[in-house]
């Protein structure tokens, strides 16, 4: 299981690696089917339960209207856009507070203020100050995701070995090298770790906030259709944003894994 | 005296609001000053709106906890003592960890409607995972040679479960939830703005549509404050169960 089990270090043979393909697609398939037993058994109402089939009609019709590209295009480039601002002012502001003293000072109670607060609460008061279109959504993604990319980064810089440090600055590392060659890439497992938390958070955003300003969006369509009762709408959401959010969890921990092929610890627990 | 120079920049972002707020940089409605949102706050507690709310969100975020916790817990420590119960549940964990939560809000509405059982239904469905992979790991990687050795000496396997692999898969099993009750705050919040007739989030919601934007304040920055806190109550509660450890 993906972040569950120990990393094999060594890469699987083919042959087992297919198995684990097809045990994979098999539970998919599996799922499907006791969902498609429970729909039929009587004990639910299609209402409680519709039948995947009805869902899946549901989410083909929207795709082939030109619903569900626009949703999920806008769900996806909101929670993108706030995660990559997220991602670059995090990493910035983690890499200020471990060069300079002043900024630890006056940032750290900040964070650890900041860190544990449900950030959510603060929505409204985006939505008084920002109204409730793309910026307001936006910046509520980042303001929620940019807190675990500050702390990874800080963890990150600050457990960068000395003696690297010293042997970089002996053969006459300038400031600018060091960041980049020495600093930046010794960090960057804990900041991926930390980027790995901050996406799935920018996901879960991005949807609340499309759920309660309104307006295109997964998110709000999903709100939409609950609000009329239309269970098919609701599950047909739930199936796209699982989709989406696994593909995303899944391309985060294949690019961590690509990024740091070099690093001692290639495949470390993925944080998610 | 080194404490207070640690709060200082709290101190100074407050000051940095109330100046903005009272030199009329921003408008009174979108800053209200913090001295204006003190006294709102002192009135809703005098009439009893932030008790009522917050009674119910709280009885809905016990509840949805203890589920969660409780049922994690046992399906996480079930499934790594016992390997059916892993390739039968293993997958569902793995296909339901990385959907975002949020988007069981509208579902959980559906089944159960506006009250408080699908709020306590979303937070038990929504903090369940983070606890079962805490519980998971942390049993797993209780050290075999103390198993065996308990084996040994004559130990049952439900005694093993009990005095080695449980307390093994606490410090796990402890993150996992400190995850879920940063969760458990964030589907609260949620789902009270979206779906609800009472609790801190409809209240904030509440106070919004009205234009009231100082007790709408109030109550955001208590909220905010609320989870602060229950984070740090809970960093000191594990602190003191791994007191035997140090």
Redesign the interface.
């Known amino acids: ?4 089990s120990a990393p094999d270090t060594d890469t699987p043979g083919l042959a087992a690696r297919i198995g684990h393909g097809l045990a ?1 697609w098999s ?2 398939i ?2 499907l089917l006791l969902w498609d037993i429970l729909a039929r058994s009587g004990s639910f109402t299609p ?2 339960l519709p039948s995947p089939e009805s869902v899946a009609q549901r989410i083909w019709r929207d795709a082939s209207n030109g619903d569900l590209p626009i949703n999920m295009g806008l769900t996806l480039y909101r929670a993108l856009t706030g995660f990559l601002i997220a991602a670059l002012l995090g990493v910035g502001t983690g890499l200020l507070i471990t060069r300079s003293a002043a900024a630890a ?6 964070i650890s ?1 900041g860190f ?10 985006i ?3 920002l109204g409730f279109y793309d910026t307001a959504k936006i910046s509520m993604v980042v303001f929620d995701a940019i807190f675990p990319a500050i702390t990874g980064t800080i963890v990150g810089i600050r457990a960068v070995e000395k003696e690297l440090l010293w042997s970089a600055r002996n053969l006459g590392a300038k400031e600018r090298e060091m960041l980049w060659q020495i600093l930046l890439p010794a960090a960057s497992p804990q900041i991926m770790t930390g980027l790995q938390v901050s996406l ?1 958070i920018a ?3 991005a ?2 906030a499309e ?2 300003m309104g307006g295109y969006g997964i ?1 709000g369509a ?2 939409q ?2 609000s009329m ?1 239309d ?1 098919r709408g ?2 047909a ?2 199936v796209e ?2 989709v989406v ?2 593909v ?3 391309g985060m921990s294949l690019l961590r894994r690509r990024l740091l092929m070099w690093h001692p610890e290639a495949e470390a627990p993925s944080g ?1 | 005296m080194n404490r207070a120079l640690r709060c200082l920049p709290l101190l100074i972002l407050a000051l940095a609001w109330e100046f903005i707020s009272r030199t009329g940089l921003v408008s009174g409605s979108a800053l209200p000053s913090l001295v204006k949102i003190g006294e709102a706050w002192w009135g809703l507690a005098r009439d009893g709106d932030l008790w009522t709310h917050g009674a119910a969100s709280a009885w809905r975020v016990g509840a949805g906890l203890f589920c969660a916790i409780v049922i994690g817990a046992a399906l996480g420590i079930g499934m790594a003592w016992w390997r059916p119960a892993d390739m039968v549940l293993g997958p569902f964990v793995e296909i339901f960890y990385p959907l975002p939560k949020s988007a069981l809000i509208p579902v959980t509405a559906l089944w159960l409607g506006f009250g408080d059982g699908s709020k306590i239904l979303l937070i038990a469905l929504g903090c369940m995972l983070p606890v079962t992979i805490g519980a998971y790991n942390g049993a797993r990687s209780s050290d075999r040679t103390l198993v065996w050795s308990a084996r040994s000496m004559g130990a049952g396997r439900l005694r093993v479960l009990r005095d080695v692999v449980a307390p093994s898969a606490l410090p796990e099993l402890l993150s996992g939830i400190r995850t879920a009750l940063a969760i458990s705050f964030v589907l609260l919040i949620a789902s009270e703005l979206i779906v609800a007739r009472s609790g801190f989030g409809y209240l904030i919601g509440f106070l919004g549509a009205n234009g009231t934007y100082e007790p709408m304040f109030a109550v955001v920055l208590t909220v905010a404050f609320l989870g602060f806190v229950a984070d740090r109550l809970y960093q000191a509660f594990t602190r003191r169960v791994f007191a035997w450890r140090e």
């Open positions: 299981m993906a972040g569950m994979r539970l998919v599996g799922l209402f409680m000072w006056f940032f750290d109670p900040i203020v544990p607060m449900p950030k959510i609460t603060f929505l409204p008061v939505v008084l100050w799935p996901l879960i955003v949807i609340v759920m309660l998110g999903m709100q259709a609950s009762a269970s609701v599950f959401g739930i944003i699982a959010g696994w995303l969890v899944k998610v």
